[in-house]
């Protein structure tokens, strides 16, 4: 389920990139609570024990993306 929203997401990043105007504030929000969300899950399901603790590397970089993001708005 969540692929299936993590699609649909991509497709309005993608449209967002190929215009050739600004980004649009409305697609920004939709990346940072992405990668919230994401950083959520994988920090959450490495707690459980229901994935391995190398997810939290993932869940590093994508902090970092988050940074990023914040810092471009």
Known sequence: M???LLFASS???L???LREDAVPIETMILAIANCLALIMVDVIFVVRKIISRVYLLDALLESVLLGAL???I
């Open 2 to 4: 969540s692929s299936a």
């Open 11 to 13: 497709l309005v990043f």
């Open 15 to 17: 449209y967002s990139a």
């Open 70 to 72: 914040i810092f471009l």
